[in-house]
């Protein structure tokens, strides 16, 4: 299996064209192709704006939408039957035609998953309403979301070693410079964090979706916080506690297992990184409702989540297949969680850039473990994942994902940062306003 090189060379495709799959290996020229399925193809390129992109055949021929250009990418379907699953559900087939091995993918996977996303624009209209009844998402409700969770946090922690840092985190990480390695951005991300909730020694946190716990830890160890953090997923709540009681944290950091909506107890601050995407819309005002009862009276909190630019649904094989239940919301959808609560939203960051270098640190991880990663769970899921890392990568470069960070507080506390200075001037530690 061919190899991506270093984030600093050029990159290809490592998986893209191994042309292994569950099927079995690529049996060379069938029938031809007939003229109506040749127009099909041809309509296809358009639609996309005719990129540098071939479509080649299972009889071996190659369709390109400009003529005498060179393809950069060459897209190989291997029967018919490809054809026309692609044509009549694209967002969905696509996904599962490529982890299947009947569509592969020679070039630049990320490159094309950004023509494609470029090419759609903002999806309206009635074939996309009518897909998103095909493709229902899974509900958020209490029971659901364990079962949500478990399909994509449980599926072993050696798995997500082999690509994620050496804390686990698996959120944005921030980088104050570019260059800097992805441990280090991910410190630097949880320090973020702190500093905008501006934590003082002994201040009481509540953590709803933990992760594998760093974030919790960092918080008492750096900033003298008592912590309880809520996750639902059995394995990452294991070995949080198992490294609390490591490091001679766990009398200052406890892990509940437990939903979200399960946290009692009064606190200073309220903390979520990576947790609304897995809420689901319509349980936003049940989750404003959950920080009004936790917040003191000076409480504060902050929201680290995937959004974007307008409301639509997740990508429907994104979310049957990796994210169940998972949705990202607009800004405006963001304030369905704070307006009702009646909660001042005090600042809100952008870091789209951040998590698209935080997945190209990620991607290039995970096709270095390729072969493990096959070993452990079989073909299809390792070009499963791969299509998710390189579609989420492409979102995020092409500006239809974003990554906001939310602070807020009670309304009418004045005891806030006269400037955003504290954040990148550590020696300032502006702890209450001036007096006005």
């Known amino acids: 299996m061919r190899r991506m090189k270093t984030m600093e060379g050029a990159s290809c495709n490592p998986l893209g064209i191994s042309l292994r799959a569950s099927g079995g290996e ?4 069938g029938r031809r192709v007939s003229a109506p399925e040749r127009g099909l193809l041809k309509s296809m390129l358009a639609a996309l704006g005719n990129p540098s ?14 003529a005498g250009e060179p393809a950069r990418i060459k897209v190989h379907l291997r029967d018919p039957g490809a054809l026309l699953r692609l044509a009549l559900d694209p967002q969905f087939q696509f996904g599962e035609l490529y982890s299947s091995g009947r569509l592969q993918v020679e070039g630049d996977l990320t490159e094309l998953i950004e023509a494609i996303n470029k090419a759609q624009g903002i999806r ?19 029971g659901q979301s364990t079962a949500n969770i478990h399909h994509h946090y449980d599926l072993g922690n ?5 690509w994620l840092d050496d804390q686990l985190l698996y959120t944005c990480a921030y980088f104050p410079e570019p260059s800097i390695g992805l441990e280090q951005a991910q410190v630097a991300k949880m320090d973020h964090v ?17 992760g594998w716990g760093a974030l919790a ?16 997923s059995r394995e990452q709540v294991a070995y949080a506690r198992e490294r609390a009681r490591a490091e001679g944290l766990d009398d200052r950091v406890e892990y509940v ?36 009862r936790c917040l003191g009276a000076r409480g504060r909190g902050f929201i680290h989540a995937i959004g974007t630019d307008y409301s639509a649904p997740l990508n429907p094989w994104i979310e049957r297949r990796i994210f169940p239940g998972a949705y990202p919301p607009t800004l405006r959808e963001m304030m369905e969680v704070f307006e009702p609560a009646g909660l001042s939203v005090l600042d809100v960051e952008n870091l789209r850039l951040h998590y698209a270098r935080t997945l190209e640190h990620w991607l290039a991880r995970y096709e270095a473990a390729a072969d493990r990663v096959e070993s452990m769970f079989g073909p299809l899921f390792l070009r499963a994942w791969h299509l998710y890392l390189c579609g989420s990568l492409a979102a995020f470069r092409g500006g239809h994902l974003q990554l906001f960070q939310v602070l807020f507080q009670r309304n009418g506390d004045n005891a806030i940062p006269w400037t955003r200075a504290y954040l990148y001037d550590k020696t300032e530690v502006p702890w209450n306003a001036p007096k006005s």
């Open 257 to 292: 297992e437990d939903d979200y909506r399960a946290i009692r107890g009064e606190y200073d601050a309220f903390v979520s990184v990576g947790m609304l995407e897995h809420v689901g819309r319509r349980h936003y005002k049940e989750l404003g409702a959950v920080i009004d």
């Open 217 to 232: 830890l960092h918080m008492a160890r750096e900033y003298g916080a008592r912590v309880r953090a809520y996750n639902i």
């Open 53 to 66: 992109v071939a479509l080649v055949t299972w009889g071996g021929e190659t369709i390109t939408g400009k």
């Open 194 to 210: 702190c500093r905008k909730l501006r934590l003082q020694p002994g201040e009481r946190v509540v953590e709803a979706g933990c």
């Open 124 to 142: 309206k209209g009635w074939a996309c309403r009518l897909l998103g009844l095909v493709h229902a998402p899974r509900s958020n409700l209490l």
């Open 26 to 29: 690529f049996s060379g020229p």
């Open 158 to 162: 050696a798995f997500y070693r082999l």
